[in-house]
């Protein structure tokens, strides 16, 4: 383990070594879970909420459509995963992380999707070869841990995993940036077990507006059709989180197979465009796919959302004043800035406003199109009461408060998911006779101009 040998270097001797190889880890897990369950309420253990949501999770594998972890390499240690021990409480690092083994344990986690994610702004080559090192980096977590994680690619794997006591790891891509404008590239990527792909991340490609960028294409253009039609054909999910209203509806317009937001909330909540409308999520239901909520604050209150208009306001505000400014001006803004937060401090987001926006999703769509996608470790701060993955069974208790039946309950947290992956499945055996496409960004997009 490499946490150990850094902290003993020097005494640490190749028997002891090998001792601490062989150590059993999941003992420390059992260990770590009884620790934190020491330090919570009896009261909570032991509500007929907290009864409820355990038996719910034996039997259901909680299935979180977006977890960052992957990127948190990158970032933090320049895709070195010598440097990731899953083993530590890594909620202590500076800043903390949301994710580690004792959390996912201690969360219910059945089945996880690790989001390969690149920046929007890296071109196909450079974003495919980040994509690429970080699928390396999942399977490395898994080879390094197989009593913990499994790899899986069908929700048969997912629910097999379970059973055995494992987490199931899957992989999903955030941003199409990285197929390079290739439906040969996006073949390989499912070789390599990507089972969704988020078709845009924050800007606009060359056949698929984004929710955060001008319109250019109204939608998806023909080759990005292609895409959606391939995807299908291949048993891949189509992930319409970061994707514009206008390619949300073009792409359930195209498909065949059920869709997903793998880490989307409510727009009639908090009008940012990362939500879904409610007359997306009617079509969602029509559709039979799901929206996996977030637990991302800006997309979950309103408040912060007028409270990050409000502040950006306020700073090009400020830029204005010293339109050709220097590094003193800089600093003069950053200080007016940072006044003005403290006279308006940001507001905070709830684990019960994060249940509203899973309440709503289910109103207008239906209990069968509601999922959780955290999007831990892809977030700077967290929801109250969410601070991590070990967090998802207070939010299943709230909802148990409020009503829920321990059947939609099992939906929400991963029944829904495993039924629309089998539909997808289900959908590709279908059209397992049809060709590959061939066809290009130039030939199909260049025809209809």
Known sequence: MAGLQSQSRGAVTPVMMRQLQEFDVRRILYLTAALAMIT???????????????AVLAATPLIDGHNDLPWQVAGRWNGDARQLDVTQDLAQLDPPMHTDIARLRAGGVGGQFWSVYVPASLDGPRAAVQVMRQIDLVRELVRRHPDVFAMAYTADDIERAHAEGRIASLIG???????????????????????????THSQNLDWADASTDAAAHDGLTPFGVAVVREMNRLGMLVDLSHVSEATMNDALDTTRAPVIFSHSSAFALDDHPR????AVLRRVAENGGVVMVTFVPVFISQEIRDWSRARAAENERLMAQWPDRG?????????ALAAWEAEHPQPIATLSQVADHIEHVRDVAGADHVGLGGDFDGIETTVEGLDG??????????????????????????????????????????????????????ELDGAAE
């Open 389 to 442: 993955v070990e967090d998802y069974p207070a939010l299943l208790e709230e909802l148990a408060r409020r009503g829920w039946s321990d059947e939609d309950l099992a939906r929400l947290a991963g029944g829904n998911m495993l039924r629309v992956m089998r539909r997808v499945e289900a959908v590709a055996a279908e059209l397992a006779d049809e060709p590959a496409n061939y066809a290009t960004l130039e």
């Open 327 to 335: 590094t003193a001006d800089d600093a003069t803004v950053e200080a």
């Open 275 to 278: 939500n879904v409308p409610d």
């Open 40 to 54: 919570t309420p009896a009261a909570a253990q032991n509500s007929p909420e907290a009864e409820r949501v355990r």
């Open 173 to 199: 891509m955030e941003g199409g940036n990285a197929l390079d404008n290739s439906l040969g590239v996006l073949r390989s990527f499912q070789a390599l077990g990507v089972r969704y792909i988020t078709l």
